[in-house]
């Protein structure tokens, strides 16, 4: 059995210029001069892998396992979250075949730091490196991401049961 999920976040960054040196994506620091609010690291790769393997295997979504109401999550690595996330479907005969993500933003540029999201996405998840793909784009400065308000991420799995 195979099944396919769609997971999506977005996350508003910081109100002003300085407001930090980095964002998170897909478990890597992106230098940046404003981070993003956010309840946990505010990695949106990990949020919209987290919420498309939930809804793959029809359990939820990332906000019922992981509410931002819960004070321990405070600033958790979203690595994290991505490795609970991956346990409790390899608890449910689940495991990750492939999974493709879409990065939406102006800024920060991410081009040169796709490997690296791969490799570590990868690594949190047990599969090979060419199971994880990762792309960006821009939305041409349309809208709240074009305005560089925010950036925003897709992400699409496939999972099988293996058990």
Known sequence: MIRVGHGYDVHAFKD???DGDHVMLGGVPIPHERG????SDGDV?????CDALFGAAG??????????SDPSLRGIDS???????????????????NADVTI????PRVQNHKDSMRTSIA????????????????????GYLGRSEGLAAHAVVLIELTS
Do not use: M, R, Y
């Not at 993003?36 to 309840?39: E, I």
């Not at 790769?45 to 892998?49: N, W």
């Not at 949190?124 to 990762?134: D, K, L, S, Y």
């Open 104 to 107: 939406v933003a102006q800024q």
């Open 45 to 49: 790769v990990l949020h919209a892998l």
């Open 123 to 142: 690594t949190v998840c047990g599969c090979a490196v060419e199971c994880i793909n990762v792309k960006a784009t821009t939305t041409e400065k349309l």
């Open 16 to 18: 002003n210029h300085g």
């Open 36 to 39: 993003v609010k956010a309840h």
């Open 59 to 68: 359990l939820g979504d990332i906000g019922e396992h992981f509410p931002d």
């Open 79 to 97: 690595k994290e979250l991505l490795k609970q996330t991956v346990n409790k479907l390899q608890q449910c005969g689940f495991a990750l075949v």
